[in-house]
């Protein structure tokens, strides 16, 4: 079994900085792309940044600029840092990894439990 667990979410005031981390453990093959993505109350789960194995990464517009993305394939694990923070980034962030499974053929998508970031105005 794969399992994802997020850290580094709080309460920030709005200019501030975070950086998440989200590891992946368990017994697998590999892990392919990664990605955060964030759920705010009322809203739906949207895509944050996407990165892949060789650290290509891609960004939502409302990000771009302030968060960057990267990964330690050694450690199965991605970061974000998040700077000039915005009170419309308060959200669940959760961590995203197409991981293939030792034994299995193909990838499947894991996702994290998630971590609250809280920006204040």
């Known amino acids: 079994q794969v399992q994802l667990v997020e850290s580094g979410g709080g309460l920030v005031q709005a200019g501030g900085s975070l950086r998440l981390s989200c590891s992946a453990s368990?017994?697998?093959?590999?892990?392919?792309?990664m990605a955060w993505y964030r759920q705010a109350p009322g809203k739906q789960r949207e895509l944050v940044t996407k990165i892949t194995s060789s650290g290509l990464t891609n960004y939502a517009d409302a990000v771009k600029g302030r968060f960057a993305s990267s990964r330690d394939n050694a450690k199965n694990t991605i970061y974000l840092q998040m700077n000039s923070l915005k009170p419309e980034d308060t959200a669940i962030y959760y961590c995203?990894?197409?991981?293939?499974?030792?034994?299995?053929?193909?990838?499947?998508?894991?996702w994290g439990p998630g971590t609250q970031v809280t920006v204040s105005s």
């Open positions: 368990g017994q697998f093959f590999r892990v392919y792309n």
């Open positions: 995203n990894a197409d991981v293939r499974e030792v034994g299995s053929t193909w990838s499947s998508a894991y």
